[in-house]
């Protein structure tokens, strides 16, 4: 895989290098602001790149804009964007935000995640091959923060739990495994869910995920 890093910190930055080239990852770029990786990616669109939010010179949100152009501009590069904490807009806006097709190979992950090596992997392949990937921790925010909405209410314990996972980005198969139920079973909570959050016409599996995510950061 062809991956560009973007964080100010040089120590993460030459870190990630590092563990990605262990890995057999091909780095063509490592940068420390968002003006520069925008145009290192539009030199040689990565199969992903991963970015930190809050980058010079504000260090408030140029990460964030930056993953928003990249979508828009390169549709076929994932984006994972890493944060210091749970910034629910930024991970909303990053689901909302994105062009091509919204939500896709996308993810958002917290930078104590990176520690946890196969999931910091795991994600990144998962958003270079064009699907989701959210920190377990943001999802639960999300899901925490609209509890109060008449729809997520009806949703049963079991639902909320394959809810959690299907924004994380997992698929059928390892929600099923993780949850130690069938496959099918997986499926009909799927259904169940959509019914209830009223999205049983959104079509796609990925588009799915980004109706609830969408839905649930509204």
Same mark, same amino acid.
């Given at each position: ?36 990786? /925008? ?8 199969? #992903? ?21 990249? !979508? ?15 910034? !629910?807009?930024? #991970?909303?806006? /990053? ?13 958002? /992950? ?15 392949? !998962?958003?270079?091959?064009? !699907?989701? #990937? ?39 198969? #390892? ?44």
């Amino acid at each position: 895989m062809r991956v560009m890093l973007a964080d100010d910190s040089t120590l993460l930055r030459e870190g990630l290098v590092r563990l990605l080239a262990d890995e057999g990852h091909e780095i063509t770029a490592a940068v420390g602001d968002a003006d520069a990786l /925008l145009a290192a990616v539009a030199e040689d669109p990565p199969d #992903a790149v991963v970015v930190d939010v809050r980058m010079p010179p504000t260090h408030t949100d140029e990460g964030l804009r930056a993953a928003l152009e990249i !979508r828009r501009r390169w549709p076929g590069t994932g984006v994972l964007v890493l944060s210091q904490y749970v910034e !629910r807009r930024y #991970a909303t806006e /990053l689901l909302t935000g994105s062009g091509g097709d919204s939500g896709e190979g996308v993810g958002y /992950l917290l930078k104590d995640r990176v520690v946890q090596i196969d999931e910091f992997l795991d994600a990144l392949d !998962r958003v270079a091959s064009g !699907r989701t #990937a959210f920190d377990p921790e943001v999802v639960r925010r999300l899901l925490a923060h609209s509890s109060h909405t008449d729809p997520l209410r009806r949703l049963t314990e079991r639902e909320h739990e394959v809810l959690a996972r299907m924004a994380q980005g997992h698929t059928n198969a #390892a929600i099923a495994e993780q949850l130690h139920i069938s496959r099918s079973a997986v499926e009909k909570h799927i259904n169940a869910i959509f019914e209830k959050l009223r999205l049983t016409g959104t079509t796609g599996y990925s588009r799915r995920i980004l109706a609830v995510l969408h839905y649930l950061g509204s």
